[in-house]
């Protein structure tokens, strides 16, 4: 597998390549387009190529990432949306349903707080 680093940090770019081998993804199975983004950015957005299309050529699911400026932060994050995205069809969890479950709990506890308080004598 190559080496590839991205703008971030090591530990962000070590974290990809091990959860990238825990899923049995490489590099190879992956193709990649560079076009060009829409939305905020103005003239450096309208002449540079920064949005990027990965393609998993296995499952064929396919992730594009235009968030950022920067075509290596757009680089890293499709592969890290590609990561969730590859859990979710395997029917792992992922941190976006972990988030999910922590924020559904928490309105929860605020409902039955809410309940208790006006339940009254």
């Given at each position: 597998m190559s080496q590839l680093t991205f703008a971030v940090s090591p530990e962000k770019n070590a974290e990809l390549r091990r959860r990238m081998e825990a899923l049995g993804i490489r590099e190879e199975d992956l193709e990649e387009r560079f076009v060009r983004a829409s939305g905020?950015?103005?003239?450096?957005?309208?002449?540079?190529?920064?949005?990027?299309?990965?393609?998993?050529?296995?499952?064929?699911?396919?992730?594009?990432?235009?968030?950022?400026?920067?075509?290596?932060?757009?680089?890293?994050?499709?592969?890290?949306?590609l990561l969730e995205r590859i859990e979710a069809a395997r029917g792992q969890t992922t941190a976006r349903d972990d988030a999910a479950e922590r924020i559904r709990r928490q309105?929860?506890?605020?409902?039955?707080?809410?309940?208790?308080?006006?339940?009254?004598?």
């Open positions: 905020k950015g103005g003239q450096h957005v309208n002449k540079t190529s920064t949005c990027v299309q990965l393609l998993h050529r296995p499952t064929d699911i396919e992730v594009k990432a235009m968030g950022e400026r920067s075509q290596s932060l757009n680089r890293f994050f499709a592969r890290r949306l309105k929860a506890r605020r409902r039955r707080k809410a309940a208790g308080k006006y339940d009254g004598s």
